[in-house]
């Protein structure tokens, strides 16, 4: 069965690094995501993306974050200088289409701790 | 933006019972709500969707109802069993953006 995956799994960095976490998403799904969620807390959406832009946003996802598709296959999120308060876990995801009633498909997620 | 409520507490449960969880929402009602499982250190696992206009849907052993005038869903999993210890999530579709509750834990215990 086809999955999402990411890398890497756990990631440590000191503060004010730039770190980029990547994903695979399903390769026939044209819809991805970010969410990210802090210990204990609940998964919070971060950014959507499709056709090569964002199309969706929290407010969250402020300036020290991006996001690329640099090729076919690739989704990354881009944190250019790195808080304590990023430290959390970060689920990509993909679903086969947006607007409409789709699942999406989750990650194993990346586990961003940042000292 | 939305309140998502979910049981907070772990629900404890025999195996062989139904259990029943709760999600209610403020404001307006979604036009699909979703159900997702997270075991621990894992991403989401989608389980069942439900639209506005549809009063329940059952897929194996899960049962979710949605009542657009209480604002509430309800997830029911029946003939429960330790495999079925997760955290259920409760999810309102936004177009494409899900907002999650916080989750109720399950135990089954043999």
């Known amino acids: 069965e086809p999955e999402v995956t990411q890398t890497p799994s756990h990631q440590v960095t000191q503060m004010g690094q730039e770190v980029i976490l990547r994903c695979v998403p399903i390769s026939n799904h044209l819809y991805f995501y970010w969410y990210r969620q802090i210990l204990g807390q609940k998964v919070e959406f971060l950014v959507s993306?499709?056709?090569?832009?964002?199309?969706?946003k929290s407010e969250i996802f402020d300036d020290q974050f991006s996001v690329e598709r640099p090729d076919g296959s690739n989704f990354t999120l881009k944190i250019r200088s790195t808080k304590l308060e990023d430290s959390a876990m970060y689920f990509c995801?993909?679903?086969?289409?947006?607007?409409?009633?789709?699942?999406?498909?989750f990650g194993p997620g990346t586990r961003l701790t940042v000292t | 933006s939305q309140k998502i409520e979910q049981n907070s507490e772990a629900l404890n449960i025999q195996e062989g019972k139904t259990a029943t969880l709760t999600c209610n929402y403020t404001?307006?009602?979604?036009?699909?709500l979703q159900w997702y499982r997270q075991d621990p250190g894992r991403g989401p696992v989608f389980l069942l969707l439900?639209?506005?206009?549809?009063k329940e849907k059952r897929k194996e052993r899960l049962k979710v109802t949605f009542d657009t005038t209480l604002k509430q869903s309800l997830f029911h999993i029946t003939a429960s069993q330790p495999a079925d210890s997760a955290t259920y999530l409760c999810?309102?579709?936004?177009?494409?953006?899900?907002?999650f509750g916080a989750g109720t834990q399950v135990v089954v215990t043999p």
């Open positions: 995801a993909s679903s086969s289409a947006f607007r409409g009633p789709y699942e999406q498909y």
């Open positions: 439900i639209r506005e206009n549809e």
């Open positions: 404001n307006y009602s979604p036009a699909y």
């Open positions: 993306f499709y056709n090569n832009e964002i199309s969706e």
């Open positions: 999810a309102l579709d936004s177009w494409g953006k899900l907002q």
